[in-house]
């Protein structure tokens, strides 16, 4: 299993950046996916999830308005657009999925992305 994270990069504050995250060997589909980050001298936090039926999609206070999770399961591959970013927003982003549909605490998720830096600076 692995699931492979890109698109952070360096984009000033106001700008925007869509976060991918490819899947292989499981299927997204079959799993509550979530997207995490954490920045620097801080824990792992949650920043949004959504269930295996897509029913329900959660936000972080801090990033409703402004990020959007999807999928596509046609691709394997999880998404996180993310715009209107703040300097708060820099972290390492990290992909996660989790088979059970157990919450929204990084210890729910079973797989975990390699993590993407993202750096919102002018």
């Known amino acids: 299993v692995q699931l492979q994270a890109s698109g952070g990069g360096l984009v000033q504050p106001g700008g925007s950046l869509r976060l991918s995250c490819a899947a292989s060997?499981?299927?997204?589909?079959?799993?509550?996916i979530g997207w995490f980050r954490q920045a620097p001298g801080a824990g792992r936090e949650a920043v949004s999830c959504?269930?295996?039926?897509?029913?329900?999609?959660w936000y972080a206070d801090s990033a409703k308005g402004r990020f959007t999770i999807s999928r596509v399961d046609t691709k394997n591959t999880m998404y996180l657009q993310m715009d209107s970013l703040k300097p708060e927003d820099t972290a390492v982003y990290y992909c996660?999925?989790?088979?059970?549909?157990?919450?929204?605490?990084?210890?729910?998720?079973?797989?975990w992305g390699q993590g993407t830096q993202v750096t919102v600076s002018s």
């Open positions: 959504v269930d295996s039926g897509n029913v329900r999609k």
């Open positions: 060997g499981l299927t997204l589909d079959d799993y509550t």
């Open positions: 996660a999925a989790d088979p059970e549909g157990r919450g929204r605490f990084p210890h729910d998720y079973d797989y």
